[in-house]
């Protein structure tokens, strides 16, 4: 059994930053690309952040310059440092990650439960 959870989200003012964490628990050999996504009211969910298990990391265009993706192998984690926020990017933010669980088991896509973030202006 994997389970991500994620912590960090909450109510900010625009221009103030926040930092979301996610944390994968249970069996777990390695861990692949991690990254997160969000989804407003209304709106698809669009990729946010992606980091490389190599450290290479790529953002939506929206975001870039303001947030920064990092991740800690040995908490199997990956953070969010969200600066200079602004009021669309209120969404509900989940975490995601590829794990491997053993030796010889397939690469597996497993979801955070969302975190809400909200922007105020």
């Known amino acids: 059994q994997v389970q991500l959870v994620e912590s960090g989200g909450g109510l900010v003012q625009a221009g103030g930053s926040l930092r979301l964490s996610c944390a994968a628990s249970?069996?777990?050999?390695?861990?692949?690309?991690m990254g997160w996504y969000r989804q407003a009211p209304g709106k698809q969910r669009e990729l946010v952040a992606v980091?490389?298990?190599?450290?290479?990391?790529n953002y939506a265009d929206s975001v870039k310059g303001r947030f920064t993706i990092s991740r800690d192998d040995a908490k199997n984690s990956v953070y969010l440092q969200m600066d200079s926020l602004k009021p669309e990017d209120t969404a509900v933010y989940y975490c995601?990650?590829?794990?491997?669980?053993?030796?010889?088991?397939?690469?597996?896509?497993?979801w955070g439960q969302g975190t809400q973030v909200t922007v105020s202006s």
């Open positions: 995601y990650a590829h794990i491997v669980r053993s030796t010889g088991s397939p690469n597996r896509l497993y």
């Open positions: 249970g069996s777990v050999f390695s861990i692949n690309s």
């Open positions: 980091v490389t298990s190599g450290g290479i990391s």
